[in-house]
Nanobody
Framework: QVQLVESGGGFVQAGGSLRLSCAAS????????MGWFRQAPGKEREFVAV???????TYYADSVKGRFTMSRDDDKNTYLQMNSLKPEDTAVYSC??????????????????WGSGTLVTVSS
C-alpha cells in the first residue's frame, strides 16, 4: 500500500521556521518527482515546491521563493524547510509524488500520489 505521510507541522509565530517531512512507502519512489502543495482555509490548493528524482532540480512558487527550501535524502524521505514564515503561509501542507516533474507545474490534478497533509499555522 502506497503511503505518503507528512510530519512537522505546527504553530509558529511570524518570522519563525518549520521543517516538514514526508515519508514515502509502499513502492520505489527513487525515480519519482516529489512535491508539496498547500491549501489555506477557503482557498484553492496551490503548488509550493517540487524536486526531481535525484534532487538536481527544484522549482518553487513565487510566494515562497527565497524562504522555502525543498530537499530529499533518498527515495523515501523529502523535506520542506520553511523560514521567515508569514501568516499567509498558514495552510494544510500536503506531500505528493509523480513520475513527471511537469505534472506538478502544469496539471497538479494529475499527480499520482498524495499524503493527507499537515497543518501549519503562522500567527502574526
Amino acid at each position: 500500500q502506497v503511503q505518503l505521510v507528512e510530519s512537522g507541522g505546527g504553530f509558529v509565530q511570524a518570522g519563525g521556521s518549520l521543517r516538514l517531512s514526508c515519508a514515502a512507502s509502499g513502492r520505489d519512489f527513487s525515480t519519482y518527482a516529489m512535491g508539496w502543495f498547500r491549501q489555506a482555509p477557503g482557498k484553492e490548493r496551490e503548488f509550493v515546491a517540487v524536486i526531481n528524482w535525484n534532487g538536481g532540480r527544484t522549482y518553487y512558487a513565487d510566494s515562497v521563493k527565497g524562504r522555502f527550501t525543498m530537499s530529499r535524502d533518498d527515495d523515501k524521505n523529502t523535506y520542506l524547510q520553511m523560514n521567515s514564515l508569514k501568516p499567509e503561509d498558514t495552510a494544510v501542507y500536503s506531500c505528493a509524488a509523480d513520475g513527471e516533474i511537469a505534472t506538478f507545474l502544469r496539471d497538479p490534478s494529475g499527480v499520482d500520489y498524495w499524503g493527507s497533509g499537515t497543518l501549519v499555522t503562522v500567527s502574526s
